[in-house]
């Protein structure tokens, strides 16, 4: 081994040494350290003027104590200085310069990674940057996220800006880029700038921003360019992973901003002429699979990152992203099914309870048919990729999948009642399957099921279930009408072809009853002073067997509904007008009548009970009385 | 002695329930039917956690039965699990069975988060459902993870993230 420069090899020093110093017993003989050199002055890439000056300080440490020297190279913007601490430097002309601080030690050996800063002197005058900007998208699949499968996809219809790189106030121009992703951004003023990305469609405008950072935007931007050293300027916004965890989130946001711009583009295929309401999205790192902590208001718990899953809260859109735990950003088909939900909420109509529900149970066919849309929306959207995939775990290696083509496998209780039928039936509705499915006579597309869930199925004076929205399909389509049926009754979805709203097919011994005669009709009339019996049976809220409606029609006077329940089960009432609530009781306990509400003649009114009994079978009577 | 933190939380979204319309207007109101969300399938459990500081017991509520089930959890935020990660390997659950499960703990500095996964098949295929729980309390100053603030861009608060762009 040498000692670097110095003409001198280790043995060759310990023999004209004693030879105690070089016995074996002291270990390997000691190597000559490179010195580390470090500029502490600026603290970052910075810009000025034309003659301006920049302070710069260095320090360097050397392992050997040895004694050093110092080298600042300016890149041709100013001489050379061999000062630690060089001081001001005027830089007169424009132009960018690469500033090297290289310290050196007294065997001659440098610094092998000298520290460098960049100074942008910026003149002024018109300048064009064009290009491409794509992010990073890591494939979702059943068993995780493949992050040997990244694909660069375009930014969309994403606003973005360039700035001055010596102050992100000044904006010196804006654009959203087009389809491909491409942009050109022309602008007279500096020629240091940076150029930032923002995770913000324009048209419609989305916004995926930090509910953990006072719902700022998210955005990327470039390193500071020099605008007269080139016009094209593209970026892809990078994935961050680093093979064990992540070295930074940057495509995130824009992973999420994709999918829903995916879903907007889905429909404005079909119906251009579609104006979709502003969106936020909330997607942060930080955002866990945590509940609402004791004490924590709900915008606490949004602010803290405790969002418990990812879901649409009726204002916004709320994505897991936390690490190691549970991300969302790049599974496509949840964030779809989100999606979804805001396009219930704010085009259509969703009377969905909300609750714990799963594919193939008993639930409210409320509940039942927006998360079955929101599941078949994420295979339509994604066509032809229908298989539905939600990554989690530690290095996100974890997952499940199902596909929405696969209507027996996902569906062990099929039914108007089931989440899983109506997300099958909707995918059919919408796919050309050919003979694969002869069950499946009907390739709508998006076009006719947009049409319905905007118009008739928002209007329903029923609820918004499968029954009113086949009805209302096959009544907007009435030459599919048949093969609709077809598909409604294949395995025993309905038994009988759906004709109106309320699903007044389906009777008990000629109809799909959920297991119970209890639940059939779907709806039953109530008339003034007649009580009915509603059997209930205990379990989550949002259940089948915890939901049943009656209806009647106005005749202009007013109204309240009485509940009397035997045992101590909590029951409440609510009435609907057009998925209005109208009137409710929501007291603590079954025995409670609601608020007077008057009627319109011949409209329709909708009475839903719902029990929270813990378990087993109890009742409550139901009596529509004269108000007030 | 011990002073349990009770850490609970629903696998299946149970925010409450929501029966009006969103965005329209609701004259009666009520918190136990005005706060529900829409949240995203998972397995049909409900998983709950209470911790101190040595040790979590971990309940998992199958609503349905399950088969080929799989129970870990994760130590995140700098929470480590002697224990290791796998409590249950392939078991089968039968609907409305409660698993419980002790998890021995080893907090870092400030506070951790206790992940919960439960996987297995249930009537309706495999399905996934993710619990997280804190563990302890955040340490003085203990910023929220992944915070690098904000840039003013304009005139509007940025969460701005550092990138490289090519020029030419």
């Known amino acids: 081994m040498l000692f670097p420069h110095s003409g001198l090899s280790r043995l060759g020093l310990c023999a004209a040494l004693a030879v105690s110093a070089c016995s074996s017993n002291s270990g390997p003989p000691p190597s000559n350290q490179p010195p580390n050199g470090t500029i502490t002055a600026p603290a970052a890439d910075t810009t000025v003027a034309p003659g301006g000056a920049v302070t710069f300080q260095g320090s360097c440490t050397d392992p050997d104590g040895d004694a050093v020297t110092h080298l600042w190279d300016f890149g041709g913007g100013a001489p050379n200085s061999t000062a630690q601490n060089p001081g001001a430097v005027t830089f007169a002309s424009a132009g960018a310069f690469t500033v090297t601080y290289t310290c050196t030690d007294s065997h001659g050996l440098a610094d092998p990674t000298p520290d460098t800063r960049r100074v942008f002197v910026e003149t002024t005058g018109t300048f064009t940057l064009g290009g491409t900007l794509t992010f990073d998208k890591v494939r979702s699949t059943a068993s995780g996220l493949d992050y040997s499968s990244i694909t660069q996809r375009p930014l969309r219809g994403i606003q973005m800006a360039v700035v001055r790189a010596a102050d992100t106030t000044s904006v010196l121009a804006s654009g959203v880029t087009l389809a491909d992703g491409s942009y050109s951004l022309s602008w007279t003023g500096s020629s240091a700038v940076k150029v930032v990305v923002f995770a913000r469609t324009s048209t419609p405008k989305i916004t995926v921003q930090d509910n953990t950072s006072n719902g700022a935007v998210w955005a990327v931007a470039s390193q500071t360019l020099d605008a007269t050293a080139g016009s094209t300027v593209s970026l892809n916004v990078p994935s961050g992973w680093n093979g064990p965890s992540y070295a930074s989130r940057a495509s995130g946001p824009f992973a999420v901003l994709d999918a829903a711009t995916e879903a907007v583009l889905g429909f404005q295929a079909v119906r251009p002429a579609v104006v979709f309401p502003d969106l936020e999205i909330n997607w942060s790192p930080n955002n866990a699979p945590v509940g609402p902590q004791n004490g924590e208001t709900p915008e606490q718990a949004y602010a803290a990152g405790h969002i418990s899953t990812s879901h649409w809260n009726g204002t916004a859109l709320y994505i897991l992203g936390k690490e190691n735990v549970d991300t969302d950003e790049f599974d496509d088909h949840v964030i779809v099914h989100e999606w979804g939900h805001y396009f219930e909420s704010k085009l259509g109509r969703a009377d969905n309870t909300g609750g714990p529900h799963g594919p193939g149970q008993y639930k409210d066919p409320r509940l039942a048919f927006s998360e079955g849309w929101g599941n078949a929306l994420s295979a339509i959207i994604w066509a032809p990729n229908t298989v539905y995939t939600d990554t989690s775990g530690p290095s996100q290696g974890q997952g499940f999948g199902f596909d929405l083509e696969d209507n027996a496998a996902i569906d062990s209780h099929p039914g108007w009642y089931s989440e899983a039928s109506v997300q099958s039936i909707l995918y059919d509705l919408f796919d050309d399957s050919g003979a694969t499915e002869p069950f499946d006579g009907v390739a709508l597309g998006l076009g006719p099921i947009y049409d319905v869930q905007v118009g008739p199925q928002k209007t329903t004076p029923a609820l918004t279930t499968l029954f009113s929205f086949i009805a209302a399909l096959k009544a907007a389509n009435p030459g599919e009408a048949a093969a609709i049926d077809v598909l409604t009754e294949y395995r025993g979805v309905v038994v009988n072809s759906i004709t109106d709203a309320y699903g007044s097919s389906e009777t008990n011994g000629s109809g799909n009853n959920g297991g119970s005669t209890d639940n059939l009709p779907v709806y039953r009339l109530i008339s003034v002073n007649t009580p009915l019996v509603a059997p209930l049976v205990g379990g989550d809220s949002n259940n089948l067997s915890q939901n049943r409606f009656f209806g009647f029609v106005g005749d202009g006077g007013s109204y309240k509904v009485q509940l009397q329940t035997p045992t101590s089960d909590d029951v409440d009432v609510a009435v609907y007008q057009t998925g209005v609530v109208v009137a409710r009781a929501n007291g603590p306990t079954g025995n409670e009548t609601s608020n007077t509400f008057t009627t319109q003649n011949n409209a329709v009114y909708i009475i839903v009970v719902t029990g929270f009994g813990a378990a087993g079978a109890y009742q409550t009577t139901v009596t529509l009385l004269p108000g007030p | ?168």
């Open chain 2, 1 to 168: 002695m011990k002073t349990p933190t009770l850490l609970c939380a629903f696998a299946l979204l149970a925010l409450g329930c929501k029966t009006e319309t969103a965005g329209r207007e609701d004259p009666a109101a009520s918190p136990k039917t005005a706060n529900g969300s829409a949240g995203k399938p998972q397995a049909p459990v409900e998983i709950e956690a209470d911790a101190t500081s040595a040790s979590a017991t971990v309940r998992v509520r199958f609503v349905e039965a399950g088969s080929n089930v799989d129970v870990r959890v994760n130590g995140v935020d700098g929470l480590s699990l002697p224990g290791g990660p796998m409590l249950a390997t392939g078991r089968s659950f039968v609907d409305g069975e409660t698993a419980v499960f002790d998890v021995p703990l080893a907090p870092g500095p400030g506070q951790g988060m206790l992940s919960v996964h439960v996987s297995g098949t249930f009537p309706n295929g495999r399905r996934t459902a993710v619990r997280a729980f804190l563990v302890g309390k955040p340490a003085a100053g203990q910023p929220l993870k992944a915070d690098p603030g904000t840039t003013m861009v304009g005139s509007e608060p940025v969460k701005l993230v550092p990138v490289d762009a090519a020029q030419k």
